[in-house]
């Protein structure tokens, strides 16, 4: 079982920067698959990021290459996305999520957090 606290949202001028945090609970974390999704208001749940357990492999959507970076903390059990140059576009709720393996297909995903919001204004 594990379970996920998103934090770090908030509101930002187009360009600028926020790094979001996702701390786990359960003490075989550092086996999982984390991945960021977002949601934006009328919109599906999108994949934003993922990374391996070992921090061997990430995964980007391409809307958010370049700009955005996950990276994670075992000792700590948090995962960090750090976006850069942000876009309105962005403007959603952040969501962490935990699996066993990388899947794009979001409702495979077994373990999620409640969500933190971003909004980034033009």
């Known amino acids: 079982q594990v379970q996920l606290v998103e934090s770090g949202g908030g509101l930002v001028q187009a360009g600028g920067s926020l790094r979001l945090s996702c701390a786990a609970s359960?003490?075989?974390?550092?086996?999982?698959?984390v991945g960021w999704f977002r949601q934006a208001p009328g919109k599906e749940r999108e994949f934003v990021a993922a990374?391996?357990?070992?921090?061997?492999?990430?995964y980007y959507a391409d809307s958010v290459k370049g700009r955005f970076t996950i990276s994670r903390d075992n000792a700590k059990n948090t995962v960090y996305l750090q976006m850069n140059s942000l876009k309105p576009e962005d403007t959603a709720v952040y969501y962490c999520?935990?699996?066993?393996?990388?899947?794009?297909?979001?409702?495979?995903?077994?373990?999620w957090g409640q969500g933190t919001q971003v909004a980034v204004s033009s």
């Open positions: 999520a935990a699996s066993k393996v990388f899947i794009m297909d979001r409702t495979l995903w077994p373990y």
């Open positions: 359960g003490r075989t974390f550092s086996s999982y698959i």
């Open positions: 990374i391996s357990w070992s921090a061997g492999s990430t």
